[in-house]
């Protein structure tokens, strides 16, 4: 198994920016990818940003530009750096870790972390 710990939301005003974080333990080598959602209310969560252990990107294109996933050497942490923040970007963000796992394929949530943006 494999936990998820995010840190780094807040509140902000737009313009401005945030990290977040998210610490992985456990089984990290099982992972291939880790990455952040984000979901606001009566909303499905969506892919904002996702990082594979090779350094593959992929970001939502409505983030392109203003926002940086990036991982530690050990690829045990995920870090999203958010510039220009929008009042659109406003919701909960989620760190997800994808991986293999006794030959299944294992998805990994953390907690969530609530970032406001005001305009």
Same mark, same amino acid.
């Given at each position: 198994?494999?936990?998820?710990?995010?840190?780094?939301?807040?509140?902000?005003?737009a313009?401005?920016?945030?990290r977040?974080?998210? $610490?992985?333990?456990?089984?990290?080598?099982?992972?291939n $990818?880790m990455?952040?959602y984000?979901?606001?209310?009566?909303?499905?969560?969506?892919?904002? $940003?996702?990082?594979?252990t090779?350094?593959?990107?992929?970001?939502?294109?409505?983030?392109?530009?203003?926002?940086?996933i990036?991982?530690?050497?050990a690829?045990?942490?995920?870090y999203?750096?958010?510039?220009s923040?929008?009042?659109?970007?406003? $919701?909960v963000?989620?760190?997800?870790?994808?991986?293999?796992?006794?030959?299944?394929?294992r998805?990994?949530?953390?907690q969530?972390?609530?970032?406001?943006?005001?305009?």
């Open positions: 198994q494999v936990q998820l710990v995010e840190s780094g939301g807040g509140l902000v005003q313009g401005g920016s945030l977040l974080s998210c $610490a992985a333990s456990g089984l990290v080598f099982s992972i $990818a990455g952040w984000r979901q606001t209310p009566g909303q499905q969560r969506e892919l904002v $940003a996702s990082i594979t090779g350094g593959r990107t992929n970001y939502v294109d409505s983030v392109k530009g203003r926002f940086t990036s991982t530690n050497n690829k045990n942490t995920v999203l750096q958010m510039n923040l929008k009042p659109e970007d406003t $919701a963000y989620y760190c997800n870790a994808e991986g293999r796992l006794a030959g299944e394929s998805n990994y949530w953390g969530g972390t609530q970032v406001t943006v005001s305009s």
